[in-house]
């Protein structure tokens, strides 16, 4: 969902918890909800169970995104990101080794 999503995806509220955020509209659609007609929040109202209309849990299943949400062209193993950073940061040192060489 993330890879598919666009900054275009996110719905700003507060009727999850209280606290406005980002969510992505897949998620919302996906519990059941219909992101473009939300209640209101109140602070005496907030229920976690999204609602108490579904079976669906703001904690699990209702995602939260970043703006940078369409920046997000891939989904890789983390054993694959980890490893290109460990390279990017040994070359960066080498190159910094031989700049302060010269």
Known sequence: MIEDS???DIVYTDVFTGRHGN???GSIEASGLDP???PDSH??????TSGGKIEAKVWRDIRGTGNRVGGVDEVRPTADVVERLANEYKHAGE???QALAR
């Open 6 to 8: 666009t900054a275009t």
């Open 23 to 25: 969510y992505l509209r």
């Open 36 to 38: 473009d007609t939300l």
């Open 43 to 48: 602070p005496t109202t907030i229920d976690f």
């Open 95 to 97: 190159q910094l080794t």
